[in-house]
T-cell receptor
Framework: AQKITQTQPGMFVQEKEAVTLDCTYD???????LFWYKQPSSGEMIFLIYQGSYDEQNATEGRYSLNFQKARKSANLVISASQLGDSAMYFCAMREIQGAQKLVFGQGTRLTINP | DAGVTQSPTHLIKTRGQQVTLRCSPKSGHDTVSWYQQALGQGPQFIFQYYEEEERQRGNFPDRFSGHQFPNYSSELNVNALLLGDSALYLCASSFVPGELFFGEGSRLTVL
């Protein structure tokens, strides 16, 4: 069974600083996808970034980058130059490449950006 | 282009009642998945519908059932509500296979 672990319940960061949100995963599958989502108080899950298990390069999307270390089974999200609007819950998730695309989520990290 | 829309946004029910939640997928999407997110937890997969059939189911009892209509919209039904069913219910749509787009959810409170 797939499992995602996020060990940071809450993070507090000063505006404009970089922040790393931790994510480790466990799976016996060779092929899988890793995602990060942002969930503001409105409830909607907003897709941030994706990393495939066979991707050689770490994924980047604007201020977001994914530090993928396959041997350590970690997929940490790095947000550069944090902004007040980045305050939200952040979820790491895993999806099988094959099958019905079910997502398995971690417990989440609440990020608060201080002015 | 409208994204994923869910209704109602908030509702309150009492134990033992039944509830129906609705989801309209993003235009062009044919697959709908439902997730339950309890307070302070990550979402958990309930089931997925594709071509009006339940394609995969998570670890939820038979009290949770669903339906997908020919226009790809979907309903989630929960019977005999328990206090523990209080949660945010998220619908996600995709065009198989593809990126998931989530709605803002239906927040259910069971008293």
């Amino acid at each position: 069974a797939q499992k995602i672990t996020q060990t940071q319940p809450g993070m507090f960061v000063q505006e404009k600083e970089a922040v790393t949100l931790d994510c480790t995963y466990d799976t016996s599958d060779q092929s899988y996808g890793l995602f990060w989502y942002k969930q503001p108080s409105s409830g909607e899950m907003i897709f941030l970034i994706y990393q495939g298990s066979y991707d050689e390069q770490n994924a980047t999307e604007g201020r977001y980058s994914l530090n993928f270390q396959k041997a350590r089974k970690s997929a940490n999200l790095v947000i550069s130059a944090s902004q007040l609007g980045d305050s939200a819950m952040y979820f790491c998730a895993m999806r099988e490449i094959q099958g019905a695309q079910k997502l398995v989520f971690g417990q989440g990290t609440r990020l608060t950006i201080n002015p | 282009d409208a994204g994923v829309t869910q209704s109602p946004t908030h509702l309150i029910k009492t134990r033992g009642q039944q509830v129906t939640l609705r989801c309209s997928p993003k235009s062009g999407h044919d697959t709908v998945s439902w997730y339950q997110q309890a307070l302070g937890q990550g979402p958990q997969f309930i089931f997925q519908y594709y071509e009006e059939e339940e394609r995969q189911r998570g670890n939820f009892p038979d009290r949770f059932s669903g339906h997908q209509f020919p226009n790809y919209s979907s309903e989630l039904n929960v019977n005999a509500l328990l206090l523990g069913d209080s949660a945010l219910y998220l619908c996600a749509s995709s065009f198989v296979p593809g990126e998931l787009f989530f709605g803002e959810g239906s927040r259910l409170t069971v008293l």
